[in-house]
């Protein structure tokens, strides 16, 4: 018999955290309002550094005011859709909240995208501004004559650097930036933000806390790419519920902001969450390991956040060697699976650097913003991703059913709360098929993601769905092969596909990145493969092991399966 409280009770934080608030007041204003707000209490305390450069939240709410008068002047109206194609930099924030207090609807996408993904967010989105770096010019003027766009804003990193980094930078990185025509038909930011002075008018539009506000992408249930309308509660509400989760945050604690703006994680938690609740991020525009490691111990960071893989090369980095973490309050882990192996070695690195907490992971979709599921601090259950955010539901069911599931019993995840998307942008049939309302009265999102949950309400994660191989009738699960694998001492990281098969159906493949200096030869796939013959069921067995130099990579950092999967197809036709 399953206990109607999995249903009707709401996250258990309460019960297992004792300070956690079940249920909250939420914000019933826009996301430029919430932040307004924290700025008229700490007007002087510091929004975020960039690149040794600080801004206070005042003058962070002015940038905004200035650029939202530009944007007026343009012509930006009430549900334009504005795309910004930027990493972590200021102009990139000011533009998030200035098109929030116009009324726009700001498209995030990734900078790097090519151009034909920039013409697709473009065209799916109906933008008519863009607005990008100097850097990627060229490829927003290659395919801007297949779009709605009207206007593109150029900036540029220089132009928000203190002097002595600006001549560096100038020497260096600037040198290899294409130069644009001097009539290229484009704005510059400089003269874009002078632009305000001709607002005469005003510029600020009433928005309602459930009005759509910003556009992300994510492949959803189906793979096919599709734009995901959030609204201004699902940014308030993710920021709220992070901090409720996280009691002991304080207000100038410091986050780590390197999770690129484009992505739920980056956007919704590194920095919305931060400025909409008086923290201070780190912009980190674009960063690798080792300049990641450089900014956490120089700006004594409290908060930080990434996925497995870059905690992975953080163990392996010299540079770390000595480090003191004793500032860290949170380390949070999303994006993709945390192995228990890799925790493990994680806690550990921690303690060995002075931290007093341990690696927590997270679990979320696009679809809810980003993550709305988390460990707590003080109670960790092995290979659980943890409690669902305060008003937040997670239930399990039979795929595609609204069947609910006894505690254990592994099926679909579904997630119900305030920070459920408003819908798929022009896709009213994968709208539907992954909101659905149930006679509890709640929306739930079909994640299409198998987990189980246990008598205490915590979430264990078991892989995506389409993730799934199928050989010879049996499921098996690349997340969980992975895991094993990764606990050998030889291996630095797996990736685990299917491959198709006439018999099997499908038949098991592992990928394996070597720890540096073990030779990839033959004894050494033999010695993995005899423990994978100790841990892992016959049916579940990989056929074959191949050994990479480095893993591909999707652009938020997560393992590309897929390509690996592309790969192996290309080489069987």
């Excluded at 510091?46 to 002047?73: H, R």
């Excluded at 309050?329 to 925790?343: M, R, T, Y």
């Excluded at 079909?446 to 309400?457: A, F, R």
């Excluded at 699960?477 to 630095?492: C, G, K």
Aim: glycine letters at 8%; proline letters at 5%; charged letters at 25%.
């Amino acid at each position: 018999m399953v206990m109607d409280k999995r249903i009707t009770a709401k996250t258990p934080w309460k019960d297992n955290m004792g300070d956690v608030p079940m249920n909250l007041d939420y914000f019933e204003g826009t996301m430029f309002e919430a932040v307004a707000e924290i700025a008229e209490k700490y007007p002087n305390n510091v929004a975020f550094d960039f690149m040794g450069k600080p801004t206070t939240y005042k003058k962070l709410i002015e940038q905004i005011q200035v650029c939202a008068k530009a944007l007026k002047t343009i012509g930006i109206r009430e549900g334009d859709k504005v795309t910004i194609a930027m990493p972590n930099c200021p102009q990139s924030i000011y533009l998030f909240y200035a098109v929030n207090l116009v009324g726009g609807i700001a498209n995030m996408i990734h900078p790097l995208s090519a151009e034909k993904e920039i013409e697709f967010y473009l065209n799916e989105s109906e933008s008519v501004t863009a607005i990008t770096l100097d850097q990627f010019y060229h490829k927003f003027e290659h395919i801007r004559h297949n779009t709605k766009v009207v206007n593109i804003v150029i900036a540029s990193i220089k132009d928000e650097l203190a002097q002595p980094i600006k001549a560096g930078y100038m020497m260096t990185e600037g040198l290899k930036i294409e130069k644009i025509p001097d009539d290229a038909p484009v704005i510059r930011w400089n003269e874009f933000m002078k632009l305000s002075r001709c607002c005469f008018y005003n510029y600020k539009i009433e928005r309602k806390a459930d009005d759509p506000a910003v556009i992300l992408y994510s492949g959803g249930t189906t793979g096919t790419t599709k734009g995901i309308v959030l609204t201004n509660k699902n940014f308030n509400a993710l920021g709220q519920q992070v901090i409720a989760a996280n009691p002991m945050f304080r207000v100038g604690d410091k986050m780590l902001a390197a999770m690129p703006i484009f992505h739920g994680f980056g956007l919704g938690v590194c920095i919305h969450t931060m400025l909409s609740q008086g923290g201070r991020c780190i912009l980190v525009p674009r960063f690798t390991p080792k300049s990641y490691a450089k900014d956490l111990i120089k700006n004594r960071c409290n908060f930080i956040a990434g996925v497995p893989t870059l905690y992975e090369a953080l163990l392996r980095l010299p540079t770390m060697d000595g480090a003191d973490l004793s500032c860290l309050k949170g380390v949070f882990s999303g994006g993709d699976s945390l192995s228990i192996e890799l925790k493990k070695k994680f806690d550990k690195f921690l303690y060995d650097h002075k931290a007093t907490i341990q690696v927590r992971e997270g679990y979320g979709t696009t679809e809810t913003v980003t993550a709305c599921c988390l460990t707590p601090s003080h109670m960790y259950k092995e290979g659980s991703i943890g409690l669902p955010f305060p008003d937040t539901y997670i239930k399990i069911v039979e795929p595609d059913t609204d069947k609910e599931l006894p505690y254990g019993e592994e099926g679909e995840i579904l997630l119900a709360g305030p920070t459920v998307m408003k819908e798929y942008m022009n896709h009213k049939g994968e709208t539907a098929q992954t909101l659905r309302t149930h006679k509890d009265g709640l929306t739930w999102v079909y994640t299409g993601d198998l987990g189980t949950m246990d008598e205490q309400g915590f979430v264990y994660f078991k892989g995506r769905a389409k993730r799934m191989i199928i050989s010879s009738g049996y499921n098996v699960y690349p997340a969980q092969l992975e895991n094993i694998i990764d606990s050998h001492q030889l291996v630095q990281m797996s990736c685990v596909i299917g491959v198709p098969d006439s018999y099997k159906m499908q038949k098991v493949k592992a990928f394996v990145k070597l720890v540096p200096g073990v030779e990839p030869n033959e004894e050494t796939k033999q010695i993995i493969m005899d423990y994978c013959k100790k841990h892992i069921a016959k049916y579940a067995m990989p056929y074959d092991i191949t050994f990479k130099e480095d893993m591909p990579k999707t652009l938020v950092g997560k393992v590309a399966y897929r390509v690996l999967e592309e790969e192996e197809l290309s080489k069987m036709n």
